[in-house]
């Protein structure tokens, strides 16, 4: 089925070839009883050179055996479609290629259209060695630079979302444990729909994000995007308020954190830095000294806590 799913190609072949078996099948074999020693003398008379003067009768067939005759061609059809497929593939690769990368690695990778991707950590990205269509399928996080081409549009499957454009650059989140599977557009414009269906999609231009949850297949528009969303590729990180902080510190820490006083997402929190750098503790720094300790990341357990004052 890997192999059925690779082509339109492959795919009509396997259709023919069901519906070849299911044609076959209409047709009930007669059981009978071999005499092999009547059934090979009469091979014998039929082979046997006759005399000039003899005619030769015609071979009369009931009509119960072209039943069997009809299946045994069907099935003879079967096997030479499968020796023809099988001939045919030998000196073709049908194995996708694959590029993957591991824990705290990351990776570009240039596609035979031009087009650049960056691989972030735990990511795998699939496509056909020919690219004659210009589809790939990710899992994890990615970054892509497309090359432009007018009568190509380049497609990527992430799970349940399809992102579609001809040519801009763009950054893409779906990794399998993750709620839901998000685009944020950094030049051009961008499609985003469910993989199942187009009807329903957003458009998204420079500095929106696309999300789609999961559970809920509910797609959203963020005019609005993640603002690190490209953090883990620039390395630079940029603080405007605490959602941003929360977002951050869940995404790039691994850690999950909660905010016991809603309010504390309308402060504002203006940070810039490397985010290489950057760690919990000088993030809990960082947030005590800008707010006079009205606001503080304190940790419990496995969890983080953002506590304190919020704003109106």
Known sequence: MAWVETSAANRSFFEEMIQVWSVSNEYQETSFEANLNNAWAKIDNQTIPKLEHETVSAKIVPMRNWQRIISIAASVLILMAVGWWWSSTQNVSIEPIVVMTDKNEQLQYTLPDSSIVWLNENSSLTFEENFEKRTVHLVGEAFFEVE??????????????????????????????EDLIEVTVKTGTVEFSKNATTAEKVILTKGNSGILQKKTEKLVKETKGFSNALAWKTTEYQFDNFNDVRLSIERYFAVDIEVENPEILNCNFTNTGNLKELTLEILQELIEFQTNN???????????????????
Do not use: D
């Not at 799970?159 to 001809?166: C, D, S, Y």
């Not at 990341?297 to 953002?306: D, P």
């Open 294 to 312: 009205s606001i503080q990341l304190e940790k419990r357990g496995t969890k983080y806590f953002l506590i304190g004052e919020g704003c109106k």
């Open 148 to 177: 432009r081409l007018e009568e190509s549009p380049f497609e990527i499957f992430s799970g349940a979302a399809k992102t579609k454009v001809l040519g801009t650059s763009f950054n893409v989140r779906a990794y399998p444990k």
